[in-house]
């Protein structure tokens, strides 16, 4: 039987997009289903007294290094990071949501993805945010609307709560069953749990 | 021209035994020559205002299952952890700048990491750290003589000042010229870096 992956992510979260350029892939090669779920980073980080790394200058500077490594590593162009940054990723997380309703979440996770890491484009502008919708044909005045409803809202805080509950403390955050793996630098040992008998 | 990994290490890092284990394989795969340098994780800290990740219960778990995880991957013995941990490490890394004294620095960090992490052996006891001594034939009475001397002290303290100038904020660190690689899980960048013409 087929393995499912769950990949829980914040757009915010360089290291989950690294992550995600590898899922489809690492999908193909082990018949994994990839499930994309949808938390909020910062959330996390206050439930578990977690920190952003970044908070310590050195390991800051260390980590813009690092991510152009792991760009050369995947063979992606190099990951630039927003302006502002850590940015507030509360309505990507939800339109995420809206996007899952409709089947598409991971279109619209790869398209974010590289809207901030390859395209320097602001997707805190409600303007960016619609343009890149209607690129994937996805009815942006829909999609923004669905984002407030309170049933979006409390599937996010579920998520949240479910991803801390099962052990989560940062992102890219992988369940393998009840099997959990952290970061983008563990996706060697998902690819060989999925690969297990 | 043979490249010079740096190699900054902690005994009390388990991160930093995990990468030793692969340090020799390695010099051997590139040709480079691997240089120890001990320093303390604690001060490093402290100058970073970084802290251990194990002070995030929830990440201190993961660890756990992690180490395993990396001892499997190098076909090493389940990892254990020291019953008291963190232990206090600065008279062996005292020792280990003795021991570079008399050109066996690798040999101790080996068997230092061996009787902690495999042999689940006290290395917090003079007499176990005596005995460990003996059985690599080195003087246990002049090398925890010599560890007291000022210059050793000294040596130490300047090794932590000289990693954190050049951007160490954790262990194990490495450096290959000033190219900076942090963590057990870069090694396969630092591989890439030294094979680069």
């Known amino acids: 039987m087929p393995k499912t992956l769950e ?20 999908a193909e090669r082990t018949g994994a289903r990839v499930l994309w779920r949808p938390f909020l980073l910062g959330a996390v980080f206050k439930a578990t007294e977690n920190v952003s790394p970044a908070t310590i200058p050195a390991k800051g500077l260390y980590l813009l290094k690092d991510f152009g490594d792991w760009s050369r590593h995947y063979g992606l162009p190099a990951l630039q990071l927003p302006e502002i940054f850590p940015f507030n990723s509360l309505l990507l997380q939800r339109l995420a949501l809206v996007a899952d309703e409709q089947g598409r979440l991971p279109v619209f996770g790869h398209r974010m993805y590289r809207a901030i890491y390859q395209e320097n484009r602001d997707v805190t502008s409600a303007e960016e945010v ?19 409803a309170a049933e979006i809202k409390d599937r996010l805080k579920a998520n949240v709560e479910e991803a801390v509950r099962r052990g989560a403390f940062g992102a890219p955050t992988f369940f393998i069953g009840e099997e959990m793996f952290v970061g983008n630098d563990r996706l060697m040992f998902v690819e060989k749990a999925l690969r297990a008998p």
């Open 130 to 148: 619609t343009a890149l919708l209607a690129e994937e044909g996805m009815d942006a005045k829909a999609y923004l609307a669905r984002a407030e």
């Open 7 to 26: 990949f829980f992510f914040d757009l915010v979260s360089p290291y989950s997009y690294l992550a995600s350029t590898q899922l489809d892939a690492l």
